[in-house]
């Protein structure tokens, strides 16, 4: 038996005689923990005394149970309380509405920022103009503190032509992108591509001279069960807990593993690689690392049945000729990256220095737009903004918007603005003074709620103002955590984060990281619902009495 776990089994033993009804697991969670600050608190002040240890006494056990299960009650109905007295500012939602209906701006955002600035990779010039761009949105909206912050990155890439043709048996155009990074060929490569995936590293070494220049396929064909076939479960849609975030990746590997090939094939000087992806019916999936060195093997993802055709006619010995020309430009005059950051300031006077901040990404990757990662929440939330300035809102917290940059390499620009403004001691005044992140990214469209991170309080006031807003399609706030996203950033320097629940459909088959994301893929209509959910929210947010609970320690 493991003893650890006895006080939480008496305590489940006990429920019955305590009038919870249903409440989910984590919540209960929650309310445990909750319980047991509480009941250190009281104990730290004298009121009462808590065994600490009550494993190892059995009689003290019991005492601890009921005590702990008095304080979990306790709890419980002040978080009910608070609940039930959360104000909800219902003339505010119908001037939002109103003025959404009526003004809104968002689809223009999301047109410009997908069709005329185009994917904006972290470093790039396109990037540069998207940080231009809606900084002068914002002063032209009339926002306050308009700033763009500047933090170290690396060298941009772009792409500047692309060949990748088969010339025999037939002509044929082949469908694929370079890895964001990858260097040029060393001008048009003609050669017969050499399939790799069955050799050992021993194997591929005794080649030696004969892969000097070669285009190579290095991985098997990728088909079965290493094509991805299903979107991530929709927490939305159901009270079960579900699996959260996106399907793994499903690289297809041969005798030798990539990342232990790849330094054999730059060694002896290999031309190019081909290699498949989890995407299917045209879909590719591209992605790319800023510190890919400007000497490695140039890289290029090809539609998996473009890639499985080409291995298929090496295995046959069929002899094919190939025509492929990469030419990039490593972007090296400015290695900055950049946050832009816009305000409404708040008007009280105890409060205008507390801040609730709103972030989306603004980067993308560079097969496609960026237009569900992340057009569609740069939109959102700049509307959200230019939506409360319009109809004159005053709130009493201040509420600050921060598009990020370097999102899709690591989190890069939330990090860098935590480290220089929250992280440490020398910060903590201004920490404590976040009384909320609010972020928008994985997921397209509509926002049908925000997952609350394991956080009871939060959720308890989410569900209030979610309540509010059913007559735009919300669903719920689930109780459970989600990665991947730059929110991460906060929630690890203690302050509440937390990201919108939006709509998976075709997200992960389709359009997450491929040559997929365009303007098609979300509605004005979902703009526009995405840009009040988050102005009620952060309205919300900025006028309660108090800040979003912290999140009680594990
Ligand atoms: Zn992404």
Redesign the pocket.
């Known amino acids: 038996m493991n003893t650890s776990s006895l006080p939480r089994e008496r305590l489940k033993s006990s429920r019955p005689a305590l009038t919870f009804g249903r409440v989910d697991r984590g919540i209960a969670r929650d309310w445990w923990r909750k319980g047991t600050v509480l009941l250190r608190r009281l104990e730290s002040r004298g009121k009462i005394a808590v065994d600490r240890y009550p494993r190892v006494n059995s009689c003290m056990s019991n005492r601890y149970v009921i005590i702990r299960a008095l304080g979990f009650t306790l709890v419980a109905a002040r978080s009910t309380i608070a609940a039930a007295q959360e104000p909800i500012d219902r003339a505010m939602i119908g001037r939002l509405q109103e003025e959404s209906r009526a003004h809104s701006q968002v689809l223009e955002t999301y047109r410009t920022l997908t069709d005329e600035i185009g994917p904006r990779l972290t470093g790039s010039p396109a990037f540069k103009r998207a940080v231009d761009w809606t900084r002068d949105r914002f002063t032209q909206w009339g926002m306050s503190n308009v700033t763009v912050e500047s933090w170290p990155f690396g060298r941009g890439w772009t792409l500047e032509k692309l060949t990748l043709e088969m010339t025999q048996p037939r002509y044929f155009p082949l469908e694929g992108y370079p890895e964001a990074w990858s260097p040029s060929t060393r001008g048009l490569l003609t050669a017969t591509p050499i399939y790799l995936g069955d050799k050992t590293a021993d194997q591929i070494k005794a080649m030696g001279a004969t892969l000097k220049g070669a285009i190579v396929l290095p991985q098997p064909p990728q088909e079965g069960d290493h094509l991805i076939t299903a979107d991530r479960p929709q927490p939305g849609d159901t009270e079960e807990r579900v699996r959260i975030g996106a399907p793994p990746m499903l690289r297809t590997e041969g005798l030798t593993p990539v990342r232990d090939m790849m330094p054999i094939l730059q060694q002896l000087g290999v031309g190019l690689v081909l290699r498949p992806n989890q995407g299917q019916h045209g879909t590719l999936f591209v992605l790319g690392n800023p510190k890919t060195k400007n000497d490695a093997v140039p890289s290029v993802i090809l539609a998996a049945e473009h890639y499985n055709m080409l291995v298929r006619l090496a295995q046959h010995g069929t002899a094919v000729r190939l025509n492929a020309d990469v030419r990039v430009k490593y972007q090296e005059a400015d290695t900055s990256a950049y946050n832009v950051i816009a305000e409404i300031p708040g008007a009280d006077p105890a409060l205008r220095n507390e801040v609730v901040l709103v972030g989306a990404h603004l980067d993308s990757?560079h097969s496609a737009t960026g237009a569900t990662?992340?057009a569609d929440a740069v939109a959102a939330t700049m509307e959200a903004m230019r939506m409360l300035k319009a109809v004159g809102a005053k709130p009493r917290r201040t509420i600050r918007l921060a598009l990020w940059g370097g999102?899709?390499e690591g989190l890069l620009g939330s990090k860098a603005y935590v480290d220089k403004h929250l992280r440490g001691d020398a910060n903590s005044a201004a920490r404590d003074a976040i009384a909320v992140y609010l972020n928008d990214?994985p997921g397209m469209g509509p926002t049908y709620g925000f997952y609350t991170e394991e956080n009871a309080g939060a959720k308890a006031i989410f569900d209030e103002w979610l309540g509010a807003l059913g007559d735009l399609g919300v669903t719920r706030n689930p109780v459970d955590k989600i990665g991947a996203t730059d929110h991460l950033s906060f929630t690890a320097v203690g302050i509440p984060g937390f990201t919108t629940l939006k709509d998976y459909r075709d997200y992960d088959v389709r359009t997450?990281?491929t040559n997929a994301d365009f303007y098609e893929r979300v509605s004005e209509k979902d703009l526009q619902q995405s840009a009040i959910v988050m102005a009620v929210f952060a309205w919300q947010a900025a006028m309660r009495d108090g800040k979003i609970p912290r999140a009680v320690s594990q």
Do not use: L
């Open positions: 990757w990662d992340n999102e899709e990214d997450h990281h």
